[in-house]
């Protein structure tokens, strides 16, 4: 399932997610429909901008090992 380090990113993801989702659930407790509709909206917002930093980082650190190895 690809690298170690893409498994970090993605771990590092996940981990980031369930927390604001914590943070989410217990700090503001759903009472309505609408109120938990929000709370998923948000969530998976936050899963969509971390993950793609997640590739964000994983691309540049791939970019710097692949431009420090060339000749030149």
């Not at 909206?41 to 431009?67: C, D, M």
């Amino acid at each position: 399932m690809g690298s170690a380090q893409q498994r970090g990113d993605l771990l590092f993801a996940a981990t980031h997610v369930s927390i604001i989702g914590l943070l989410c659930r217990y700090l503001w407790p759903a009472h309505s429909g609408e109120t938990m509709h929000a709370l998923t909206q948000l969530g998976t917002i936050a899963f969509a901008y971390l993950l793609r930093q997640a590739l964000r980082w994983r691309f540049e650190r791939q970019r710097g090992r692949l431009t420090a190895a060339q000749p030149g």
